[in-house]
């Protein structure tokens, strides 16, 4: 048991050294913020929570995590996840969104992330301009 016990701390310790190494970046939430006013019209508390977040910490390019997440062990088991919700951004299409509630006081939350469902499913979220005919430019037949 305390062979497993000890796999299990290095692990934790491993993912820690991870994210650790990873310094937060700035984030801008108003394009986030603006649709979610509308689409979240019964949840200000959400909206307000996500007008907060001004700092990311990319996971990869499908996901990045808005608050550090390596204070997820540091903190303990005072938040736990309460839900995702759906947002569709102009900017940048659809996506989940990851909330966390607080344990003790459940209407206090946090966003934990964004997962970009476009990135993910490699659709392209701004109209490409109208694409000129291709054309030509080098054959061994050109002049015959």
Not at 65 to 89: I, M, Q, V, Y
Request: net charge positive; with cysteine; hydrophobic share 30%.
């Amino acid at each position: 048991m305390k062979h497993r016990k000890k796999q299990q701390v290095g692990h934790e310790r491993e993912y820690q050294e991870w994210y650790s190494g990873k310094p937060a970046q700035p984030f801008q939430p108003m394009p986030f913020v603006y649709a979610a006013r509308e689409q979240w019209a019964d949840r200000p508390d959400l909206v307000r929570a996500l007008a907060g977040c001004t700092q990311q910490w990319p996971e990869s390019e499908l996901y990045t995590h808005l608050h550090d997440p390596s204070l997820e062990h540091r903190e303990g088991r005072k938040w736990r996840h309460a839900g995702t919700f759906p947002l569709t951004c102009p900017e940048f299409g659809e996506m989940l969104v990851d909330i966390n509630s607080h344990m003790v006081d459940p209407k206090h939350f946090k966003i934990r992330g964004i997962e970009f469902l476009d990135r993910a499913f490699s659709r392209s979220v701004v109209p490409h301009a109208q694409q000129q005919p291709m054309q030509v430019v080098h054959s061994k037949y050109r002049g015959k």
